[in-house]
């Protein structure tokens, strides 16, 4: 049953990116940024999948990753760098107004509060490791896919972008582990490696679909 929530879940994911792609670049700028502040929000969730315990907010890190690409490479870096910040100040504005949140003392009445406090009460290593990692990758995604779109010359849209977020999201894997879970968990390797294999399993479902980016935007500026 998780298995196929979690190809609906990319699907959905990659027809949004579609759709906010076709409304144009402020639509797709504010997925990348709601993305980012959702899979933080909801990296506390696991799932069991393909017999693993993996968390199915890599879909929304990946959307992010692609929909940065998405606009690069439609609409210039300057606006891929614009999501990118507004993404980090985004997601610093969420992690104080989460504390401030569970700060309050609730009312008699309140039945709300202690679920409140088990989401947003999340390890200020784990938020704090997840935001720095997030916004280096995003940088250097940002500087690499540049660097691809000039050596093929603007060509081959869907390799370049798979080569892209397969690279970042194994140097995401590999830095968010060391840093968020060093001397936490047992095994680094064994999280590294099953982690990047549901990422890049995501990664080749998802960028066959952004083939049809270029209808999308075609279809905009109609």
Do not use: W
Request: proline share 2%; net charge positive; with cysteine.
């Amino acid at each position: 049953m998780n298995e196929f929530i979690f190809i609906i879940h990319i699907l959905l994911v990659v027809i949004f990116l579609l759709l906010a792609l076709r409304l144009g670049k402020n639509y797709l700028l504010a997925l990348v940024c709601l993305q980012a502040i959702i899979a933080n929000l909801f990296v506390v969730k696991q799932i069991d999948l393909f017999s693993r315990i993996v968390t199915p907010t890599d879909v929304f890190i990946i959307g992010t990753f692609l929909g940065e690409n998405l606009l690069q490479e439609y609409f210039g870096k300057e606006e891929a760098n614009k999501a990118i910040k507004i993404s980090f100040f985004s997601m610093i504005f969420f992690l104080v107004m989460s504390k401030i949140q569970i700060l309050y003392q609730p009312s008699a009445f309140d039945t709300m509060h202690s679920s409140f406090k088990n989401i947003l009460s999340n390890s200020p290593r784990i938020i704090v490791s997840s935001i720095l990692v997030f916004f280096f990758v995003q940088k250097f995604d940002l500087i690499f896919f540049g660097f691809l779109k000039k050596i093929f010359n603007e060509k081959h849209f869907v390799f370049r972008l798979t080569i892209s977020a397969l690279l970042m999201q194994l140097l995401d894997t590999v830095l968010f582990t060391f840093l968020a879970l060093k001397g936490i968990a047992s095994s680094l390797f064994d999280i590294i490696l099953f982690s990047f294999i549901i990422k890049a399993t995501v990664i080749l479902l998802t960028t066959p679909f952004m083939r049809f980016s270029k209808k999308m935007v075609k279809a905009s500026n109609e």
